[in-house]
Every structure is written in structure tokens, then in C-alpha cells.
């Protein structure tokens, strides 16, 4: 059974745990989704945002408020089994990004978080269509987990690491029912400034969201 982390042991517990049976077996039922559950590059974990930390609040609301049959009844996260530490760029690179960037789908072999969701109707805006605000959600929550690992893997800094901005762009609506895959990649590392791209493909491969964000670690001596 999984439970749920702190902040500092985030990189061993991936490591430890394996994903939901139940979770796995549901997207194999499915060729494309299983298409992605046995990539060899890829393992398959529980996603920690749909775990509470006792005694609080803390991921509340994909853990409680949207994990329920008619919201996202299915959440498996697959992470890239070999890691990539980040390489750092020049000052000034990343406000130099131009977003939105090529809408072409992202490779699945090359990205590094894999998230697969089986989104209902409760979630829905216009009937039949996923929200927009909770799509900038989900993937608020996918590059957020793209960071912390990639800055956890990399550095022995725990200080906290706020999203200051998320650029989303809205391709094409996302039906419910219906099954996503978000994708989630580091792009660069300058300083404590991070950069992370993400997606929200169908069955097809094709790019119904995306999103840029750059997250940044609380300095040290302000701690």
C-alpha cells in the first residue's frame, strides 16, 4: 500500500514503490494506453498528488476533492527508468523562451514523466469537454512532480520551489469519458530558476493542451 511522503524523501519513495495493480491493469485493457504501460523505458508508479499527508490538507484536491469515478477514477504516472541530470544554461536563457513552442507531439520515448488519466464527466465545463481551469491543474501537477524530482535527484536543496508561471494553450477540448496521456520534460536549469514543458495528447498522439512553466526554489539564506 502507498503512503504518502514528505517533501525531502520524494526521489527514495518513487524508487520503492510500485503503482496501483488496479491502475495498471485498467490502462492495459486499453492499445494505446498499454502501448505506453510497457514501454521498457518507462516504470510504472503511484502519482503522489492523489495521496493525503496526514494530518493536513496537502494535496487535497486531486487526492480527494476529483479522485472519485466520475472525476479521474484511474491515475497511473510512468517514470523514465534511466535519469538525465539537468544541465545548467546561461543567465538569461530561460526569459528568452518562447512559448507556445512547436505544438508537434512530443515524443513519448523521450519525455520524462508520463502521466495516464481516465477522465469523467464531473469534470466537465461545456457538456462532454474537461474544464480548462482543471487542465492547468493536472498540468500544474505534472510539471510540479517534473521539478521536485529532477531538483531532488540533482541537488541536496529541500527549499521550496513555487510555480511563478504557467503559460497554457487550449489545441482542442478534451472529451470525457475518455482516457489522456500528459507528458511532462525538463527543458532548462538556470540557477534556481527551472524550466518544464508539458502535454495533454489523445489516442491519436495528437496535442489538445500544452503548457510552459518555470518554477523557482526559495533561496537559501531567506529560509
Known amino acids: 500500500m502507498s503512503v504518502a511522503i514528505g517533501l525531502d524523501d520524494f526521489v527514495p519513495w518513487l524508487a520503492a ?20 504501460v510497457e514501454n521498457p523505458l518507462f516504470r ?14 496537502h ?10 469515478p466520475s472525476c479521474v477514477d484511474h491515475w497511473l ?11 545548467e544554461v546561461t543567465k538569461g536563457t530561460i526569459a528568452q523562451s518562447r512559448f507556445p513552442p512547436n505544438a508537434e507531439t512530443y515524443n513519448t520515448d523521450d519525455s520524462e514523466f508520463i502521466m495516464l488519466l481516465d477522465v469523467g464527466e464531473d469534470l466537465d465545463g461545456f457538456a462532454g469537454r474537461v474544464q480548462g481551469g482543471v487542465l492547468c491543474a493536472i498540468l500544474d501537477e505534472a510539471l510540479s512532480i517534473c521539478v521536485e524530482y529532477h531538483r531532488q535527484a540533482s ?3 529541500r527549499a521550496p520551489l ?3 508561471q504557467l503559460n497554457t494553450t487550449f489545441r482542442d ?5 475518455g482516457l489522456i496521456a500528459v507528458k511532462s520534460w ?9 524550466l518544464i514543458r508539458g502535454q495533454i495528447c489523445d489516442a491519436e498522439g495528437h496535442v489538445l493542451t500544452q503548457a510552459e512553466g518555470i518554477w523557482v526554489a526559495a533561496a537559501e539564506n531567506k529560509l
Do not use: H
Open 17 to 36: 514503490q510500485s503503482a496501483p495493480e488496479k491502475d495498471v491493469q485498467f490502462f492495459q485493457r486499453t492499445p494505446w494506453t498499454r502501448k505506453i
Open 44 to 57: 510504472a508508479v503511484p502519482c503522489p498528488t492523489r495521496l493525503i499527508t496526514p494530518g493536513t490538507s
Open 59 to 68: 494535496n487535497a484536491f486531486m487526492a480527494k476533492t476529483i479522485n472519485k
Open 77 to 87: 504516472m510512468l517514470i523514465r527508468k534511466e535519469y538525465s541530470a539537468p544541465k
Open 155 to 157: 541537488s541536496s536543496s
Open 162 to 164: 513555487y510555480t511563478v
Open 173 to 177: 477540448g478534451v472529451n470525457t469519458p
Open 186 to 194: 525538463l527543458v532548462a536549469k538556470e540557477g534556481r530558476k527551472w
